[in-house]
């Protein structure tokens, strides 16, 4: 089974409107952490943001926020407000493990983007 | 802000030729990763690294690769051998470690063999 399955390869969005981006995961260990990260066209990876297994609220950063629903082992991304410059590719990851131990990080395929005026 | 720096940007080599793929990872940070990402695909892990040693690596990291960390500051990938199919994106990534647990990319080497 995929460890991170993000079910939509394309997204379209309107200028200022917000987007979810869907991401599930599979893990049986009780210590996970949830990330996402941006990839514009130039290729870099850029990190947005961070969901621990444990942290109680869901993670906020900006415009950016995570809406994590652990007992249907989903994290997706909530982008408000979008903006040109949101169009990028997005890939969910997942640490397995304790946070701090330098564990690998698992992607999902992602899903590329658009922000259309 | 501090970053991880990768070099060079674009690398092309012939088949069968060594390769070092070099990355200067956030200066206090404790783990170090190389990950690959194929064209259009997603993101690979390869090895992780700490306390000058592997501590994990995927199936992908077989024994042409090498991983060294020579100095206080640099993190090298080595492919001794390269085939067509290492042609990608390599990211370098280091984390703080001991809570901090984000990983920051580098902005990758693109190695092309022909």
């Known amino acids: 089974a995929q460890k991170i399955t993000q079910t939509q390869p394309g997204m379209f969005v309107q200028e200022k409107e917000a987007v979810t981006l869907d991401c599930t995961y599979d893990t049986s260990d009780p210590s996970y952490g949830l990330f996402w990260y941006k990839q514009p066209s130039s290729g870099e990876m850029i990190f947005l943001i961070y969901?621990?297994?444990?942290?109680?609220q869901n993670a906020t950063e900006g415009r950016y926020s995570l809406n994590f629903q652990k007992a249907r082992k989903s994290a997706n991304l909530v982008i408000s407000a979008s903006q040109l410059g949101d169009s990028a590719m997005y890939f969910c990851a997942m640490r397995e493990g304790p946070a701090g131990g330098g564990n690998k990080l698992t992607f999902g395929t992602g899903t590329q983007l658009k922000v259309e005026l | 802000e501090p970053e991880v720096t990768q070099t060079p940007s674009h690398q092309v080599t012939q088949m069968g030729q060594e390769v070092i793929l070099r990355c200067v990872p956030i200066s206090n940070h404790l783990y170090f990763y190389w990950y690959r990402q194929i064209l259009g695909q997603k993101v690979e892990f390869l090895v992780s690294f700490y306390n000058n040693e592997i501590s994990e690596k995927s199936e992908i990291f077989d024994d042409q690769f090498s991983v060294e960390r020579p100095d206080g500051s640099n993190f090298t990938l080595k492919i001794r051998s390269t085939k067509l199919e290492d042609s990608a994106m390599y990211f370098c990534?280091?984390?703080?470690?001991?809570?901090?647990?984000?990983?920051?990319f580098g902005p990758g080497t693109r190695l092309t063999v022909t």
């Open positions: 969901q621990g297994s444990y942290d109680q």
């Open positions: 990534a280091s984390s703080g470690g001991g809570g901090a647990d984000e990983q920051y």
